[in-house]
């Protein structure tokens, strides 16, 4: 009569038993460590504990797979069994959030998306390039800025709107020593209607310098601008950084600049933050820039932009739409936030510019 060997069913049995255990545990055990960061603040946004859950998933989490891996093969060796399965899943995990790691931090931060945009307008007679430029936010100026600045040039816009966030400087850098650097980079770029900005909340350090050293970058600053072109006239007006936060602290510098210019004139309203969009839905105001959420910079499916740092809907941090009577462009940024140390860091959220073309009307077909 046959006999059935039925001991090795029932190691496979409890070795399936005891892979199920350990990888939930595990699996429990990341998500309660990302739950405390969370419930911590990292999301209101607090840049040390995204800094914190970023090292923990992608290195600390990591090393920690590869070293039960190893633990594992030699609690095996030891009792005499030959054990594969488990350690090669930890290490491919670990190998795994390695190149995300790699991923966010080295390519998708310089990647240099353009976004191309067409708006048209019975203000313009003729093609205009304007390009959108925001948060290039330079630990220092090396390989990368030069990069930017190249594909500026190629690009050839007519006029360059930049939305702050030029430098966050990473020591021994500073401003002295990087704001000549990107200075000489664009002078690089000659738009035929000039480069024009705002600052940023990372630019504090730059409010020592005179007007003159951003040339040849003109600050509009509650200032303005009118600029006669055979297209059309452009009017512009920048806001300062609290004015871009609230727009009911904009409003009387926004009253003043609309009274000034001419309802045939295409007026581009330019801000750090978008917040003052969420009140300029009935102004007679044809386009707002703004930047500094950076898109969010982690995308997630089904969630979207994981920070924004901005009162305006998830969905506004970054792209173009209409907001009432004005269109509403939000830059993603051309670089990545580096407070408390963080590395530049991207996720379905490339660095971007954009160049948005105002065409006539009648060009639309």
Same mark, same amino acid.
Request: hydrophobic fraction near 45%; charge should be neutral.
């Given at each position: 009569?046959?006999?059935?060997?039925?001991?090795?069913?029932?190691?496979? $049995? %409890? !070795?399936? *038993? /005891?892979?199920?255990?350990?990888?939930? @545990? &595990?699996?429990?055990?990341?998500?309660?460590?990302? =739950?405390?960061?969370?419930?911590?603040?990292?999301?209101?946004?607090?840049?040390?504990?995204?800094?914190?859950?970023?090292?923990?998933?992608?290195?600390?989490?990591?090393?920690?797979?590869?070293?039960?891996?190893?633990?594992?093969?030699?609690?095996?060796?030891?009792? $005499? %069994? !030959?054990? *594969? /399965?488990?350690?090669?899943?930890?290490? @491919? &995990?670990?190998?795994?959030?390695?190149?995300?790691? =790699?991923?966010?931090?080295?390519?998708?931060?310089?990647?240099?998306?353009?976004?191309?945009?067409?708006?048209?307008?019975?203000?313009?007679?003729?093609?205009?390039?304007?390009?959108?430029?925001?948060?290039?936010?330079?630990?220092?100026?090396?390989?990368?800025?030069?990069?930017?600045?190249?594909?500026?040039?190629?690009?050839?816009?007519?006029?360059?709107?930049?939305?702050?966030?030029?430098?966050?400087?990473?020591?021994?850098?500073?401003?002295?020593?990087?704001?000549?650097?990107?200075?000489?980079?664009?002078?690089?770029?000659?738009?035929?209607?000039?480069?024009?900005?705002?600052?940023?909340?990372?630019?504090?350090?730059?409010?020592?310098?005179?007007?003159?050293?951003?040339?040849?970058?003109?600050?509009?600053?509650?200032?303005?601008?009118?600029?006669?072109?055979?297209?059309?006239?452009?009017?512009?007006?920048?806001?300062?950084?609290?004015?871009?936060?609230?727009?009911?602290?904009?409003?009387?510098?926004?009253?003043?600049?609309?009274?000034?210019?001419?309802?045939?004139?295409?007026?581009?309203?330019?801000?750090?933050?978008?917040?003052?969009?969420?009140?300029?839905?009935?102004?007679?105001?044809?386009?707002?820039?703004?930047?500094?959420?950076?898109?969010?910079?982690?995308?997630?499916?089904?969630?979207?932009?994981?920070?924004?740092?901005?009162?305006?809907?998830?969905?506004?941090?970054?792209?173009?739409?209409?907001?009432?009577?004005?269109?509403?462009?939000?830059?993603?940024?051309?670089?990545?936030?580096?407070?408390?140390?963080?590395?530049?860091?991207?996720?379905?959220?490339?660095?971007?510019?954009?160049?948005?073309?105002?065409?006539?009307?009648?060009?639309?077909?």
């Amino acid at each position: 009569m046959l006999q059935v060997e039925r001991a090795p069913t029932k190691r496979r $049995g %409890r !070795s399936l *038993w /005891f892979f199920g255990l350990f990888f939930g @545990l &595990l699996f429990l055990y990341v998500i309660w460590r990302n =739950y405390l960061f969370v419930a911590a603040g990292m999301l209101r946004p607090d840049f040390s504990r995204i800094h914190q859950c970023y090292d923990f998933n992608l290195m600390e989490l990591p090393v920690s797979l590869l070293l039960l891996a190893g633990l594992y093969m030699v609690v095996s060796i030891f009792f $005499g %069994r !030959s054990a *594969w /399965f488990v350690p090669g899943v930890l290490v @491919l &995990l670990a190998v795994d959030l390695f190149a995300l790691r =790699y991923y966010i931090t080295h390519v998708e931060p310089n990647r240099h998306v353009v976004r191309h945009v067409q708006l048209a307008s019975p203000k313009i007679n003729q093609p205009i390039r304007v390009l959108h430029l925001s948060d290039i936010q330079s630990g220092g100026i090396g390989v990368k800025e030069v990069a930017l600045f190249q594909r500026i040039r190629e690009l050839e816009p007519d006029i360059i709107l930049n939305t702050g966030d030029y430098l966050q400087t990473i020591p021994p850098k500073s401003a002295e020593s990087e704001l000549p650097k990107l200075i000489r980079l664009m002078e690089q770029v000659d738009p035929q209607w000039g480069t024009w900005g705002v600052y940023g909340d990372t630019d504090y350090l730059l409010y020592r310098f005179p007007t003159e050293a951003f040339s040849p970058m003109q600050m509009l600053s509650s200032g303005s601008a009118r600029i006669a072109t055979p297209a059309g006239v452009i009017s512009l007006h920048g806001l300062n950084l609290n004015q871009s936060r609230d727009y009911d602290y904009a409003r009387r510098s926004i009253e003043r600049w609309l009274e000034a210019s001419e309802a045939d004139e295409f007026r581009i309203l330019l801000g750090h933050s978008p917040n003052f969009a969420l009140g300029v839905g009935d102004q007679p105001i044809d386009l707002c820039l703004a930047g500094h959420t950076h898109g969010g910079q982690f995308w997630l499916p089904l969630y979207g932009p994981l920070v924004i740092d901005s009162a305006v809907p998830r969905d506004w941090a970054r792209g173009f739409r209409r907001v009432g009577i004005p269109y509403l462009n939000v830059s993603a940024g051309a670089g990545s936030n580096r407070f408390e140390g963080l590395p530049p860091m991207r996720l379905n959220c490339p660095t971007e510019m954009t160049l948005l073309e105002l065409v006539p009307m009648a060009a639309i077909r």
